[in-house]
C-alpha cells in the first residue's frame, strides 16, 4: 500500500450521505485529499482544476448518467481509478476497464483492496 | 415348260440328281386333307427331306389348313411364300391362289395363268420338280376327282424319281389317284399312312444298288429275256446304263436288294415285266424340240419337200418312236404352215408309230395340258390348237393328217417310199450294233433323195455310212442314194408270250423268226417256180424275183412300185382283178389263166396270188404249158371271154373300187362323227372336271368351315355362361319384338320360361308395365338410339333402370334387341342416404368453419408454398391485415418482417412431420408497426395419406406477458438497487453516527431521527411510485406533522423534484429543522418558521428560491463547528444540486436562502418510477 498522504482522490458519489461516509473512509485508509463531488460537472471541474492521483467513481449517478466517459477520459490523463457500484453485477458496464469495482456499500476493507490494485495497475 | 431335254441327259444317260436332301412334292384335291393328315401323322423330325404340299384351294377362301395340319404333326407346316427356301424335316403347303414350281431348293409362287377349271397345279408342280431333282425327288398323289397330277408323275418318274399313289380304295375321291396309275406314273399304290416310310427306305437302297448291278451282265441278259418273252420287244439292245438304272429303280422300289430275288418277281410276278417294260419306254418329248433344228427342217427338207408336187402327188412321211405323237404333230404343223404359202395342195401322209400303246392312246386324242403354250409358237397354238379342259387339243386337219399305229421297227419291216423319216426319241437307247442295223432299214425305206431327221446325239459314223449331210448340228440328212444295201429284216430276233400282249388282238402270234429271204424262197420252192413279186396291201411292190421284168415294167417319169400299174399291158386288168378278187375270196390261192399277147410275144400265163403275212402277198407269174392237176385248176380264161368281158370287168372293177372308196369315205365319216362324240363327251367331261373342281374347293371349305364351326359352337357357349353369370336380367328381342333368349335373372321380372322363345314380349307377364316397355322397345326399333329409362315394378316395390339397346351384328346392322334391367331400389336407397349424410356433413362442415372463422384464438394452415390456405379473423388481427388479404398470398407478403423466423419452423414441419411448439417469434406486424411484440407459436402437420399436406399455425400474443415480465425484472433490479441505495444511505448515517463523540443516547436519537427524515422521503416517493414529489409535500410531514401548521407556515407554487433530488432536499430539510429544532425558532413554543420558495429566472436559468426564516425564537448563534447536519445541508445544496445556500444569524432568527437549478431538481431517471 503506497503511501497515500500526498495523493489526492477525487470521489463522484450522487448519494449525498454516502458521499459523506465514503469520504471519511478514503480519509481513514489515508488519501491526503477527498475531493468529494456529486455530479459530473463537479467532478469535470475538480479533474480540470486540480491534480488528481485517484478517482473512485460510483457507476450510475441517478440521472441515468454514467461515469464511464468521464472515466475514460480518466485513463487517458492516466489517472487510476476504481469503480463504485451498487449492484451486484455491475452490468458489464465496466467491461472496457481493468479498474477494480467495490460495491457499495464499502468498507474500509473493500475499498482499500480496490485502491491498493488500481495504484499497484500503475506502477 | 420344257421336258427332260438335256444334251447332258442324254450323253451320260445319268439321271439328273440334285444334291442334297430329297424334295416330296404332294398333290391332292377332295379328300386330300384326310388323306395328308394320315400321311403327315408318320413324319417326324428325323426324316430328312421336305413335303411340299400342293392342295386345289378356293382362291378366295382363306385355308386354314396349317392350323390343322400343324395340329397332326411335330415338324414345323409353313404355308410357302414366294422366294422362300426348302429346309429339310418340314412341312410346306401352298397358299389359295398361287401356283408353285421350285427352282433348286426355293420355291417360286405366280398367279394362275389359266381360269379356273383349266387349271392343272399339280401337273406343274410335280414337272418342275422332275426338271430340278431328278432322281431326287418323290411325287405322290393323293385323293381328289379329275386328272391333275397324271402328267407330273409321270415326269418324275421319267427323271428318275419315285412315284407313290394313294390306294384308290382308301381314297375318299380315287379320279386323281386312278388317273395317275392309268397314266403310268404310279411305282408304288399305298395306303396314305405307309407312304413317309417307304420314302426313307427308298432314298436309303437306291443310292446302294446302281453299283452292285453294274458289272451283273448276266442278270441283265436275263432281265431283257424275260422282257422279251412278256412283252414281244427285244431290250438286249438297249443302252446298258439305261437298262441299269431302270432296273434298279425297280428294286428299290419293290425293296429288293438282290439282283436273283427281282428275276424271280419278274417270274412270278406278272405284272412286273410289263411294269418294268413301262418304266423303260417312259421318255418324254414334246412339240418342236430343239427349236433350230425344226426350224432348219422347215427351210431345208419342208420346203423342197412340198414345193415341186401337184395336188395329185403323195409326201410320205414316217415318224418312228412317236410315243405320245408331239413330234408327229410338230411335223405336221410344219407341213400345213408350208401348204398355206403353196399353191398347190399335195396329200401328205404322216405315219406315226411306236411300240408303246399307253403313248399311242395319248397321241390319238390328241390333247395335251396347256404347258405345251411353252413350246409352241403363239400363232400356231391358236391355228392348230383347240383349247380343252385340260389343255389343248389338235384341231381335226391336223389330226387328219397323222396316223398313229403300232409297229417295232427293229423287226417290223418299214414303211415305204418315204420322203422323211423323223426318228428323235428312241435310237438313243440301242446300243452300237443295233444302232448299225438300224440305218440301213431307213435307208432302204426312204425314196431317193428322201430325208433323215435325227435326235441331238446319233452315233453319226454309223448314219454317215448310208447318208448325206444336210446340216450335220440340225441332224439332217439325206439318202445317198448310191448305196445299195440289201434290207435285213427283221433285226431283232427272239420269241414272245401270246398271253401278254395287251393290244391289237388281231395280230396273229408269231412262229419261228427266220430270215425273210428263206422264207420267200420256201415259198417259192413248195409251190412255184416261175417269177414273183411281192407286194404289200396298198399293192407295192416289195420285193421281186429275177424274171419278172416280162411281166413287170418301169415306165417313165417318177417310178411307182404299185404292181398294177407295173404289170404289163393286158396283165394290168388281170393284176388288178386278182388282186381284188383274192382279197375278198378265201382260199389261199387265187389264180387267173391267161393266155395272150405281150409286147409281141404270145404268152399263157398263171396268175397266182398268195396271201403272206403282215397283209401282203406273192404275185406268180406262173409261163407254163402244161396244165397243172385237177384239184387245182387254175381257172381259165380265153382271150374271148378275157376280150369281151374286159369293159365289162374293167368297170365292174372300177365300180368296186368306187364302192370301196365309199366304204372307205364312209369309214372316215363314221370316224369323224365318232371323234366328234368324242369331242362332245371331252366337253362333258370337261365340264365336269370343272365342276369336280369347283367340288374340290368346296369340300375344302367345307372341311375348314367344320372345324370353324366347332370353335364357334365354343364361343357361343362362352357366350351363354357369361350372361348366366353376371347376374342380371337381360332379354333378347327380335325385331319383332319376339324373344330370341334370356337371362336367367330375367325370370325375376319376367315370366318367361325356355318354351317361350320366339312369343311375342306383348304375350309375356311382367313385373313392369310391359305396355310401357314395348313402346319403349318399339321406338328403340326406329331410332336406332338407346333409351334408358327408370321404371317401377307394379306393386311399386322396387325401381328399375331399364335400357333398351339396339342388337348390332359384327357388321353394325341392327337386328333385334337387348332389353337389361338393373335394380335401382337399392341404388336409390343409398343415394337418398348418401344425400342426407352429406347434407348433415355439410352443415357440420360449415359449423366448424364458422367456429374457425371467429375463434379469437389466431389460426390458419400454411401451404407448402408458404401461402395461407386458411386463416381466422383472430390471425387477421394479428397480422394487421383482412383475412381475405391472407387466403393464397404468400407468406412473406403478410408478414415480411417475421418470416426469417416463421418460414424456417414450417419448413422444418413438413419434412419432419413433427409439430413444433412454443416457438418464440418477436417482431412486428402490420397491426402495429411500431411496436416489437412478441408470439407464442404452434406449428403442426396436417397430414394427408402418407405426406404432410398443410401445417396449421396456432398464435398466442405473449408481448404483454413479456412488456410485463420486463418491467417486472426492472422493477425488482430497481427496488433491488434502491434497497441496496436506501441500506447504503442508513449505514452511511450509521457510520457517521458512530464517529460521532458524545453521548450515546443523543447520538443514537439523532441517527434515528434521521433515519426516520429518509424513511418518509421514501415513503413521500413511493406514493408517487418513485417517480416525482411536489417540493411542499417534501416539507409537510418534516414540518407541519411535526410542529402543526400553527408555528410552520409554507407557501410556494408547486415544484416537483426527482427523486434523487427528493431525498437530498429531504435531508436537507431534516437538517435544518433539526437545527431550528436544537437551536432556532423551534426550539421553543413560540418560535414559527415560513418557508417560501417560488420560481425565479434571472438569465441563468430558472431557480428555485427557497427562504427559510425562522422568527420568535431565542437567540439562536451559529454552532461553533459545522457538524455533520451542516456538512450535509452543504454538500447537497452545494455539490449534488448545483445551489447556493445563504445563511444569516441575526437577532430574530435564522435566515436562509437557498438557490437551486430548476434543471438539477428535475433529472429524472428514466430508470426511476415503477410505472
Known sequence: ?123 | MKQIDKASMHEEEEFKRSTGFPVVGVGASAGGLEAFQSLLSAMTPKHAFALLLVQHLDPDHDSLLQELLSKKTSVPVTVIEDGMEIEESTVYIIPPGASLTVEGYVMHLSDFDQPRGLRRPIDSFLESLAEEHGANCVGIILSGTGSDGANGMRAIKNAGGLGLVQDPRQSAYDGMPRSAIDNGGSDLILPSEDMIAVIGEFFDRHSDLGDALRGDEEFKRRVAKHLLYRTGHDFSNYKIATMERRIARRMSVLGIKRPNEYLQRLISDDKEGMRLFQDILINVTSFFRDRASFDTLKTEVIRPMLADKGTDAEVRIWVPGCSTGEEAYSIAILCLQELDRLNTRPRISIFATDIDEEALKTAREGVYPETIADSIPEDLLERHFTPVASGYEVTQPLRDLVRFSRHNFIKDPPFLRLDLITCRNVIIYFDRWLQDRVMPVFHYALKPGGFLFLGPSENLGVIEGHFASVSRTQRIYRRDDSVARPLAMPIASGTSSRTTRRTNPNIKPRETAAPPEDYYRQVMLENHAPAFAVIDRNRVLGYTSGRIGRYLEIGPGVPDLDIVDLARGPLRGLVRRLLATASTAREDTHSLEWEGDIGGEAMRLVLYVRPLRDSRQMVVFDERDVRPAEDSRPVKLTEDISNIDDLYLRTLEEELEEAQQTVRTTVEELETSNEELKSSNEEIMSMNEEMQSANEELTTVNDELRNKVLELDAAVSDLRNFIDSTNIATLFLDDDLTIRSFSPQARTYFRVVEKDRSRHLGDIAGDLSMTDLIEICTRVLDTGQRIEREMRTLDGTADLQVSVNPYLTADNEQQGLVVVLIPVTELRQYARELEEVSVAANRHLNEIEELYRVSPQPMALMGPDLTYIRANEGLAAVNGKPLIDHIGRSIYEVVPKLTDQVVEPIRKVFESGEPILSQEVTGYTAADPDRERQWEVDWYPIREGDSISAVGVSVRDVTKYHEMETELRRVMRELQHRVKNMLSNVIALINRARREEGDHQIILDTLVKRINALATTHNLLTTENWHSILFRDLLTPELIDVYGPERITLRGPDVRLSAKAAVAFGMTIHELATNAAKYGALASPDGKLEVRWSRTDEGGGEMLVVRWIETGGGPEGEPDAPGFGTQLIDSTIRSSLLGTIDKHFDGTGFRAVIEVPIAELQRFDERDGLA
Do not use: W
Not at chain 1, 485529499?33 to 456529486?38: D, E, Q, R, Y
Not at chain 1, 450510475?60 to 454514467?66: A, K, P, S, V, Y
Open chain 1, 1 to 123: 500500500m503506497p503511501d497515500l498522504s500526498t495523493k489526492t482522490v477525487l470521489y463522484l458519489e450522487d448519494e449525498i450521505l454516502i458521499g459523506l461516509d465514503g469520504e471519511l473512509i478514503l480519509k481513514d485508509i489515508g488519501f491526503g485529499t477527498v475531493l468529494l463531488c456529486h455530479s459530473l460537472e463537479a467532478a469535470q471541474a475538480y479533474a480540470d482544476s486540480q491534480p488528481v492521483d485517484f478517482a473512485l467513481l460510483d457507476i450510475n449517478l441517478g440521472d441515468g448518467r454514467t461515469s464511464l466517459s468521464f472515466a475514460h477520459h480518466l485513463l487517458e490523463r492516466d489517472v487510476p481509478i476504481a469503480f463504485a457500484s451498487g449492484y451486484n453485477r455491475s452490468e458489464d458496464l465496466t467491461a472496457d476497464f481493468t479498474a477494480p469495482v467495490v460495491v457499495k456499500p464499502f468498507s474500509t476493507v473493500t475499498i482499500r483492496n480496490a485502491v491498493t490494485k488500481a495504484l499497484e495497475g500503475t506502477d
